[in-house]
């Protein structure tokens, strides 16, 4: 048969299979149907992992793997590996956690966030707080954060509408961020991509505990130019409720030891109470995993001797486990009566070599180290073993208690961190407030936790967040903020107490009070309660000069401002200035106060701060 006859004969037949099939849709009389409007599709929530359609982990020197950016860029599946990351692990993030993606083989492992509907694993479920891992890419190369808004509906109908910024990966700060990878797969395959280090991110948005969670709506961003990109969501539960009794920050990386086979055992005083206790380890601002072999808590005799027996800890069942960089490890709860203002002691074991640690940099309370090859001396009651003195607080960053009456954060300096304190007295002034509270029969006991870094700043940070730093002065507030407060268990109340190192640094008095005022607005927004005191006078010291004297005073002003206005972010003003400074020379600290440097109040001056706050305001009642 011809080409072109054959090709008459196949349009025949195609004619007469749409004329049998329009017949068949005639109905008895011969007519066509209209057809009826289609039904609306019910949107139905799903698991995250169903929600994933991207691909951005690739594997190194393997081109067109994956993208992030629009412009072929990826996340190395061998830095995520190496930073502790793995495929299907489980990773604890502010405070929360969460389960990571299956990557790897071109596999799925984010969403585009763009109000989809997300069904969490175990809901309905009552929870205090949502956290997402995530990162923001840009096309237009901008770099700034990416904000995106989305919502949470609770099985009785009601809805909570949520909004975050996110940095850009690439661009954003290191400070920031969760996880800090070295480099990013290019879409040649070449693996170190031009654009550097790039970050992951979390955030976390607070909910009513007393109702359950339906599911979840992800974000939406308005901006074309940019996108919200998911790896993983988790719900911290309510069902449980922690409180933190004692608490450090992390104030940077550095370097240890190194210490290999041997036993760290760290001091802490408890300030509210309770008969279960759990510990939480963290690996912040690390680029590496770290083991954990064995860990214990015991009641403190003197030195590093235990009273009574070592209570070994568990994490999930195991003696031990290990800490992803940037990620944290919380033990099983233990049955330890712990009452109020008692020295405890916190053991656990390296099994392997650690060189670079996160750490609390100024320790005014004294630590203690095994000899390294030692073993494990978790359970040594003597105290002989530990034979060297560690000078910060190693990855130990909280003590939590269930039940307790809540807690209150203090974020603050060194003047909060207890620099030139006498060391082992506990006599930082939040040390000293919360024996007050203690003391106090017709009040509750809460939680006060001490998360003053020394030489932090409100707006800037003085250690960038990645690797390893002989200067330990911490990210700014506003960047550790959401890991040190809003991660804590139980907080109710935060002081903010800082400030004056920003304008030491040259910052104006502007850009102080505006990062004092967004601080109060995202603890609002957790439900936290706000009080700020007013700066300390320094005149005397190096950097304390007649500009920075005016700056100081323009902040205090405007502070005391705050205490008369009701439409203030701050719940009350401590006029911590007035306490302390000489009534000969207001610029000057008092000299009975003076710790000998002109900044830092000593001893007696930081009693004097703790007693000069009302204590029936502080709680509300």
């Known amino acids: 048969m011809p080409a072109r006859a054959g090709h008459r004969v196949r349009w025949v037949i195609a004619a007469i299979v749409v004329a049998t099939l329009l017949v068949s849709t005639l ?47 990826s996340l190395s599946e061998r830095t995520l590996v190496a930073a502790g990351w793995l495929p299907g692990g489980e990773i604890t993030l502010l405070g929360t956690p969460l389960r990571l993606p299956v990557y790897g083989e071109g596999r799925f492992d984010h969403v585009l966030a763009d109000g989809q509907r997300l069904k969490l694993e175990g809901s309905p479920e009552r929870l205090d707080s949502l956290t997402f891992l995530l990162t923001a890419t840009r096309t237009d190369g901008s770099g700034s954060d990416v904000r995106g808004t989305g919502g949470v509906v ?49 955030r976390s948005v607070p909910l009513d505990p007393g109702r359950e969670v339906d599911h979840v709506v992800l974000p939406v961003v308005s901006d074309p130019e940019a996108s919200l990109r998911v790896f993983s969501v988790g719900g911290r539960s309510a069902a449980q409720q922690w409180t933190g009794t004692w608490a450090r920050a992390t104030s940077g990386y550095a370097r240890v030891g190194p210490w290999q086979d041997q036993t760290l055992r760290l001091t802490v005083r408890s300030t509210t109470g309770g008969h279960k206790v759990r510990v939480r380890l963290d690996n912040t601002f690390a680029a590496r995993p770290v083991t954990i072999g064995a860990a214990s808590i015991a009641l403190r005799d003197s030195g590093p001797a235990t009273y009574g027996a070592a209570v070994p ?24 009566l712990l009452p109020p203002q008692t020295e405890a002691l916190v053991s656990f074991h390296l099994p392997e070599r650690v060189r670079a640690a996160s750490i609390h940099y100024a320790a005014v309370d004294t630590n203690f180290t095994s000899a390294p090859g030692s073993g494990d001396r978790t359970l040594d009651r003597t105290g002989e073993p530990f034979t060297g003195v560690v000078d910060q607080w190693p990855f130990l960053t909280g003590v939590e208690v269930m039940d307790a009456p809540g807690a209150i954060v203090v974020l603050g300096d060194s003047i909060t961190d207890g620099v030139r304190s006498t060391r082992d007295a506990y006599r930082r002034w939040p040390d000293v407030l919360s024996a007050r509270l203690d003391q106090s029969r017709d009040l509750v006991n809460p939680g006060v936790l001490n998360l003053g870094v020394a030489g932090n700043q409100v707006t800037v940070d003085g250690y960038p967040g990645e690797g390893v730093s002989t200067y330990a002065n911490g990210v700014s507030m506003l960047h550790r903020v959401r890991r040190d407060v809003f991660a804590q268990n139980g907080v109710e109340t935060m002081v903010l107490f800082a400030g004056i190192n920003d304008l030491r640094w040259g910052a104006s008095s502007e850009h102080v009070v505006a990062g004092l005022t967004r601080l109060a607005r995202m603890a609002r927004e957790h439900d936290i309660r706000v009080f700020v005191a007013t700066l300390a006078p320094c005149a005397g010291e190096t950097r304390c000069t007649p500009l920075l004297e005016e700056q100081r005073q323009r902040v205090n002003s405007h502070l005391r401002a705050q205490a008369n206005d009701p439409a203030s972010v701050f719940t009350g003003v401590w006029d911590f200035d007035a306490v302390l400074r000489d009534p000969q020379d207001r610029t000057r600290l008092n000299p009975e106060y003076d710790s000998g440097d002109h900044l830092h109040p000593g001893d007696e001056g930081l009693r004097a701060i703790a007693e000069s706050v009302d204590l029936h305001e502080l709680l509300g009642v």
């Open 313 to 336: 800890l568990t994490f999930g069942g195991a003696p031990g486990g290990v800490i992803p960089a940037g990620g944290g490890l919380v033990s099983d709860p233990v049955d330890l």
């Open 154 to 202: 609770y099985t009785d109908g009601g809805e909570h509408e949520f909004e975050f910024g996110v940095p850009d990966w690439a661009a954003g700060p290191a400070g920031d961020a969760v996880l800090t990878l070295p480099y990013a797969n290019s879409a040649t395959g070449f693996g170190r991509d031009a654009i550097g280090s790039v970050r992951l991110y979390a």
């Open 27 to 73: 109905d008895p009389e011969g007519e066509v149907p209209i057809p009826s409007e289609p039904k609306a599709r019910e949107v139905v929530a799903l698991p995250l992992n169903e929600l994933m359609d991207r691909t951005g982990v690739s594997q190194d020197g393997m081109a067109d793997g994956g993208g992030l950016d629009g412009a072929g860029n």
